[in-house]
């Protein structure tokens, strides 16, 4: 293989770190807001209506 | 990139993951929901593909309460003259804080959910469901149905966590046959007969385990808790403050010391509904085979035999992450964790997030997907990864997209070859630089 220049971070891999991230999933409002924006790379999905204690957010 | 692990790379194969994923979505594995048959089948599948490419395998059962199992198709139709019958997931979907309506209930619709609401369904809008319900209950209404929109090819996504229980039926409408529908009771009665059969369950999911040994001999690793005995939640784990398994740092070949990394993906869905496929071939049949196949490249891999390789696929994902949530506090606190969720649609980028001490781990993910030519973008991952990073590990999550997300059109055909290798590509890459650095 080649080495290429079109892969790696687009912009600032330090915006990875999502402020509410780190046990923000399941059941965090943070989770629950993430349905508005796309999500693992996905479209966004819309059916939590709402936080709960056990919900992904919009990954499942 | 040594010229070793550039080999390692490029013996990715897609046509192995293609046949993971056709595997996962088959129907005798009928959506892969936690706690279900379709699900353990999956999970012994994957403990003997794993045994195959000589992982020390174990299975580990957890307990996962409140599932909701949608357990019969449910109906809604309106009475305003003549007859509306909806079609379940494409014009309506249950809800899953709704509770449990077995059989049909005829009832007037309301014409606001700011009037007399005794014996009637109850309009409501997406952010002014949980006052609806309210009233709801305290009228004895006959229900709510809320407004809720499609996905881009028309279908209503299936979930099975959610909410806490209310205690009215709830169903959402999607919303341009809501707003029909409230306008048509706005001028004339409209009668709406409905059903949600949708219950709860507590019960139990079963993660799979690998471990590679660096000596390439299953079973031999000095202090490893892993052992080739499959039966489910004989392995309880140990607190990471015990030492339960191998400590953060490992001697390597020589006495190098190495790094320890964990490779995860869902291997749990939303199973499937009453008279209706789910195959859940990208959410995360795709991810779980870019794993699959990173692993059987890197556990025959010199550069990787530096590296602590396990394997983690995780049931109860969509439960709420309980498979994670369940592993993560038994596991040292610098693995490197990994995790895969979604590698079927790439677009433009794939959505990496974050979490604990993971700034080199990321780095190093930078680096990879330089190497492998993989675009990267912070994109957020509400997935497994944050249960690992909760718990204080460097997690990082992937996603690398999921067309037809828990929707019946989310089949096998629609995972692109060339998404899965970059994914494969991307995790081999990656373990094979922490493999130099370790």
Same mark, same amino acid.
């Given at each position: ?60 | 990139?040594?010229? $070793? ?11 192995r993951?293609?046949?993971t994923?056709?595997e996962l979505?088959?129907?005798?594995y009928?959506?892969r929901?936690v706690? $279900? +048959?379709?699900g353990r089948a999956a999970a012994a599948w994957l403990a003997a593909r794993l045994r195959e490419l000589g992982g020390d395998v174990r299975l580990d059962g957890f ?7 949608? /357990? ?43 009037? @007399? ?34 996905? &881009? ?11 806490? $229980? ?29 059903? $949600? +059969? ?6 139990h999911g079963l993660n799979v385990h690998a471990h590679f040994p660096r000596d390439g001999k299953p079973g031999t690793h000095a202090g490893s808790p892993w052992t080739t005995d499959d039966e489910p939640g004989a392995y309880a784990g140990s ?5 339960g398994e191998p ?5 390597? +070949? ?6 320890r990394v964990l490779l995860t993906a869902h291997y749990d ?11 859940? &071939?990208?959410?995360n049949a795709?991810g779980v085979a870019a794993v699959l196949e990173a692993a059987r490249v890197l556990s025959t891999s010199?550069?990787a035999s530096?590296v602590e390789l396990s394997v983690a696929f995780l049931d109860g ?6 498979g994670s949530?369940h592993h993560?506090?038994t596991l040292?606190?610098?693995t490197?964790v990994i995790n895969l ?36 973008? &912070? ?5 497994d990864?944050?249960? /690992? ?23 096998? @055909?629609?995972?692109?070859? @060339? ?8 995790l081999?890459?990656?373990v ?7």
């Amino acid at each position: 293989m080649t080495t290429q220049l079109s892969g790696g971070f687009i912009g600032d891999l330090n915006d990875a770190f999502a402020p509410a991230a780190a046990g923000g999933c399941c059941g965090s409002t943070a989770a629950a807001t993430e349905t508005a924006t796309t999500c693992c790379g996905n479209a966004p999905a819309d059916a939590q209506d709402g936080p709960s204690d056990s919900s992904t957010g919009c990954c499942g | 990139m040594t010229s $070793t692990a550039r080999r390692a790379v490029d013996r990715v194969s897609a046509a192995r993951m293609r046949a993971t994923v056709h595997e996962l979505a088959a129907d005798r594995y009928a959506g892969r929901r936690v706690g $279900t +048959p379709g699900g353990r089948a999956a999970a012994a599948w994957l403990a003997a593909r794993l045994r195959e490419l000589g992982g020390d395998v174990r299975l580990d059962g957890f307990p996962v309460a409140d599932v909701r199992d949608l /357990y019969a198709t449910p109906v809604l139709e309106w009475h305003d003259g003549g007859t509306t019958r909806l079609r379940h997931r494409r014009d309506f979907a249950e809800h899953l804080a709704s509770a449990d309506l077995p059989t049909p209930r005829t009832a007037p619709l309301a014409p606001s959910a700011d009037g @007399d609401l005794r014996g009637r369904w109850v309009p409501a809008e997406p952010g002014d469901w949980a006052r609806a319900c309210d009233l709801a209950e305290a009228q004895g209404a006959a229900g709510v149905l809320i407004a809720r929109g499609a996905d &881009a090819e028309g279908w209503m996504p299936k979930m099975i966590a959610g909410p806490p $229980t209310r205690g009215v039926p709830i169903l959402a409408v999607r919303a341009d046959l809501h707003r029909r529908l409230a306008d048509t009771a706005a001028e004339r009665l409209v009668q709406v007969t409905a059903s $949600t +059969p949708l219950r709860r369950l507590d019960t139990h999911g079963l993660n799979v385990h690998a471990h590679f040994p660096r000596d390439g001999k299953p079973g031999t690793h000095a202090g490893s808790p892993w052992t080739t005995d499959d039966e489910p939640g004989a392995y309880a784990g140990s607190p990471r403050t015990t030492g339960g398994e191998p400590g953060p740092h490992v001697l390597g +070949p020589g006495g190098g010391v190495g790094v320890r990394v964990l490779l995860t993906a869902h291997y749990d869905g939303v199973g499937d509904d009453p008279g209706a496929r789910l195959p859940a &071939a990208a959410d995360n049949a795709s991810g779980v085979a870019a794993v699959l196949e990173a692993a059987r490249v890197l556990s025959t891999s010199p550069a990787a035999s530096r590296v602590e390789l396990s394997v983690a696929f995780l049931d109860g994902e969509e439960a709420g992450a309980r498979g994670s949530a369940h592993h993560a506090a038994t596991l040292p606190e610098d693995t490197l964790v990994i995790n895969l969720d979604g590698a079927a649609e790439l677009h433009q980028a794939a959505s990496v997030e974050a979490g604990g001490p993971a700034h080199a781990l990321l780095a190093t993910l930078d680096q990879a997907g330089r190497l492998t030519g993989a675009p990267l973008r &912070a994109g957020a991952m509400a997935s497994d990864n944050r249960r /690992y990073a909760a718990a204080g590990l460097p997690a990082v999550g992937i996603g690398m997209g999921m067309p037809g997300y828990q929707t019946p059109a989310e089949t096998p @055909d629609r995972v692109r070859n @060339d998404t899965l290798l970059a994914a494969a590509r991307l995790l081999v890459a990656t373990v094979e630089l922490l493999a130099r650095r370790g």
